[in-house]
């Protein structure tokens, strides 16, 4: 069984960093981050695979400025955001596949994956 959390989010203004995290128990081989602006579709922002050695893909809109990182001593996923942007404003959820690892070319697809947290809201003003 997996079990997300999600936090971490805020309000900050342009330019400005920010870090999430998610609590995930249980086997996680790709975990990923997804955001949802309003009005919007969700969408993958980054993930991360554990049994490729930690390969990670990034959105082309967040590459550059996001970092995904597995913490496993601590059990979480982090996502560092630097030099953020108003159109990064969204609510931002974790999610995990519990069995096998995505391919690469999957990894930012939210259908994909089987378990969610709860979301966590990140305004940026300009």
């Known amino acids: 069984q997996v079990h997300l959390g999600g936090s971490g989010g805020g309000s900050l203004q342009a330019g400005g960093s920010l870090g999430l995290s998610c609590a995930a128990s249980?086997?996680?081989?790709?975990i990923s981050w997804f955001l949802q602006a309003p009005g919007k579709v969700r969408e993958g922002a980054a993930a991360?695979?554990?049994?490729?050695?930690?390969?990670?893909r990034y959105a082309e809109s967040v590459a550059g400025r996001f970092t995904i990182a597995k913490d496993n001593a601590k059990n979480t996923l982090d996502l560092q955001m630097n030099s953020l942007k108003p159109e990064d404003t969204a609510m931002y959820y974790c999610?995990?596949?519990?069995?096998?690892?995505?391919?690469?070319?999957?990894?930012?697809?939210?259908?994909?994956?089987?378990?969610w947290g709860q979301g966590t809201q990140v305004t940026v003003s300009s």
């Open positions: 991360i695979t554990i049994t490729r050695g930690g390969e990670t």
């Open positions: 999610a995990a596949v519990q069995r096998d690892a995505l391919p690469w070319y999957l990894l930012l697809l939210p259908p994909k994956y089987t378990s």
């Open positions: 249980g086997y996680t081989p790709s």
